[in-house]
T-cell receptor, first 113, second 111 residues
Framework: DAGITQSPRYKITETGRQVTLMCHQT?????MFWYRQDLGHGLRLIYY???????DKGEVPDGYVVSRSKTENFPLTLESATRSQTSVYFC????????????FGPGTRLLVL | GQQLNQSPQSMFIQEGEDVSMNCTSS?????WLWYKQDPGEGPVLLIA?????ELTSNGRLTAQFGITRKDSFLNISASIPSDVGIYFC???????????FGTGTRLKVLA
């Protein structure tokens, strides 16, 4: 399917476990982003990537790791999950020169017990 | 860090009424954006603003980039039930792709 997809859509894990959230886009967009959404905070940028092998920290990067070996994929890893990382995670992508339109994925709902 | 204060946090309105919401920042932005998020989905861009004082419309939606570059406003005219959702403002500083989002305004429309 064309567009931006995230997997899994729902995940329950335990404190201390490693979790990887996947993001895949079919447009070959240069820029990709990871956000978390929590009540009272809106969306907060975790990491973003300008191209394959180029990543940079956002507002709340601690406890997360990203990689971008291929343009279309941008996985987000929680190295040792904590309860405070319970959240809804959104991936987004955008074309470098198409204004400000970020296309968001459907989100992954993560619960850390 | 930068913060965006968005108000009101929530509002209930009657169908057909006009809606106003705003967003203020502690620092200057070069770009202001307004998004809408429906339940269970990711945000969708409604309007992008690039210049202080700019007024831009998208159907029944009108947004303005504040003169001070520290605020922005969104108006929805003649609201309809499908306007229900959460509206977010977001700002970006020139030279970076870091978007700062507001906390959202939850809109409910009573038919």
């Amino acid at each position: 399917d064309a567009g931006i997809t995230q997997s899994p859509r729902y995940k329950i894990t335990e404190t201390g476990r490693q979790v990887t959230l996947m993001c895949h886009q079919t447009w070959s967009h240069s820029y990709m982003f990871w956000y978390r959404q929590d009540l009272g905070h809106g969306l907060r940028l975790i990491y973003y990537s300008a191209a394959a092998d180029i990543t940079d920290k956002g507002e709340v990067p601690d406890g997360y790791v990203v990689s971008r070996s291929k343009t279309e994929n941008f996985p987000l890893t929680l190295e040792s999950a904590t309860r405070s990382q319970t959240s809804v995670y959104f991936c987004a992508s955008r074309v470098d020169r198409e204004g400000e339109t970020q296309y968001f994925g459907p989100g992954t709902r993560l619960l850390v017990l | 860090g930068q913060q965006l204060n968005q108000s009101p946090q929530s509002m209930f309105i009657q169908e057909g009424e006009d809606v106003s919401m705003n967003c203020t920042s502690s620092s200057i932005f070069n770009t202001w954006l307004w998004y809408k998020q429906d339940p269970g989905e990711g945000p969708v861009l409604l309007i992008a603003l690039y210049k202080a004082g700019e007024l831009t419309s998208n159907g029944r939606l009108t947004a303005q980039f504040g003169i001070t570059r520290k605020d922005s406003f969104l108006n929805i005219s003649a609201s309809i039930p499908s306007d229900v959702g959460i509206y977010f403002c977001a700002g970006r500083t020139s030279g970076t792709y870091k978007y700062i989002f507001g906390t959202g305004t939850r809109l409910k429309v009573l038919a």
